[in-house]
């Protein structure tokens, strides 16, 4: 497996793991408090966040048509994008157990400033269109985070 992809997946399963994420995106909380944990740590290491950087996106969908789908959407919208089949646990409710789902992990990956705002509006944007296809988005991680 690609370790590009094998990193964000890891990444992914781990804060699935950890945090009924998947349960807050479809309870539909407007903040994010999650990318300002982010940002506010990264800017906390003295990291520049007015620097254009490489992002992974990470998102899930169940089917491989699906997949291929927002594959080439993302890539008309200036994404470069991995796809990878694995699973996930999915929180619908707090006191009930995970359900585990097969389906595709996609990796978008772009060059963006770690605005809140950007973030917000990119989030937007591919929680949208992974929802079209009964998908989530799962989150991002910038790859370069010299100062």
Known sequence: MNPLI???I???????????????????RGENTEDHAKL????GRGINLERARRVQFV?????EASA??????????GYSVQCEPGEIEIYYKRD???SLE?????????????????LGRIRTRLSALA?????????????????
């Not at 506010?40 to 800017?43: Q, R, W």
């Not at 998102?59 to 089917?63: I, P, Q």
């Not at 595709?104 to 950007?118: D, E, I, P, Q, S």
């Not at 929802?131 to 100062?147: F, I, K, T, V």
């Open 6 to 8: 094998e990193g964000a």
């Open 10 to 28: 890891g990444g992914a399963l781990i804060g699935l793991a950890l945090l009924p994420i998947i349960y807050l995106s479809i309870r539909g």
């Open 40 to 43: 506010t740590a990264l800017s």
């Open 59 to 63: 998102l899930f969908v169940r089917t």
């Open 68 to 77: 291929d789908y927002l594959s080439s959407r993302l890539t008309t919208e």
């Open 96 to 98: 009930e157990p995970a």
């Open 102 to 118: 097969e389906g595709r992990f996609l990796v978008a990956c772009k060059v963006v400033v770690l605005y809140g705002n950007t």
């Open 131 to 147: 929802a079209q296809e009964n998908g989530y988005y799962l989150g991002w991680q910038a790859q370069d985070l010299s100062p």
